[in-house]
């Protein structure tokens, strides 16, 4: 395997917010679901987090969902999670990062004819299974890259928080918050 694995600390992620209905929790993470086809990100089932702005009071995700308004924010809260310090990271930072995971971790189209014309993506069920390093970091610059990652953002594939998570605030419909 040829990845270049950092720790938290070493890469330097902070507070992490999650959006979410209930407390985040460890049995919330597990191995991702297995597709017919290959996506360049998880559907649905993977516990995702991106990088809290305390100035802002907010975070990327939140801001996309404030900005697209594609689904609502009732019954959901933002949670802030202070991440391991020693967990670790593959970093998607620029689109050969992207390439090398979904080289050592490929799913491909069932059709040849079509493999040949799609590069594959990262085979996320089997990436989960094997849990080579706690998280995927894609940063904002290849989110801007990579379809389907539109705001920067940290796939969990292990419970790799320390303290105490908080409740800061409820999500109203149009994903505005409501701060304790």
Not at 8 to 27: M, R
Not at 135 to 144: D, I, L, M
Not at 159 to 164: A, V
């Amino acid at each position: 395997m040829n990845l270049d694995i950092q720790t938290v600390a070493e890469f330097g992620l902070g507070i992490q917010a999650w959006a979410g209905e209930g407390k985040p929790e460890p049995s919330r993470l597990r191995q991702l679901s297995r597709t017919a086809r290959p996506y360049p990100k998880p559907q649905e089932d993977g516990f995702f987090t991106s990088s809290w702005d305390q100035t802002r009071r907010s975070s990327p995700w939140v801001l996309l969902m404030q900005g697209e308004q594609k689904r609502s924010g009732t019954g959901r809260q933002l949670w802030i999670l202070e991440p391991n310090p020693h967990a670790t990271l593959y970093v998607i930072d620029r689109e050969p990062d992207y390439k090398r995971l979904a080289r050592n971790y490929p799913q491909r189209w069932s059709q040849p004819s079509v493999s040949r014309s799609h590069p594959p993506a990262p085979d996320w069920h089997q990436l989960s299974g094997e849990i080579p390093f706690d998280g995927v970091h894609v940063t904002e610059r290849a989110s801007a890259l990579i379809r389907g990652w539109d705001v920067e953002s940290t796939l969990w594939l292990r419970w790799q928080f320390i303290g105490k998570s908080t409740c800061d605030a409820d999500i109203r419909d149009d994903w505005t918050l409501e701060y304790f």
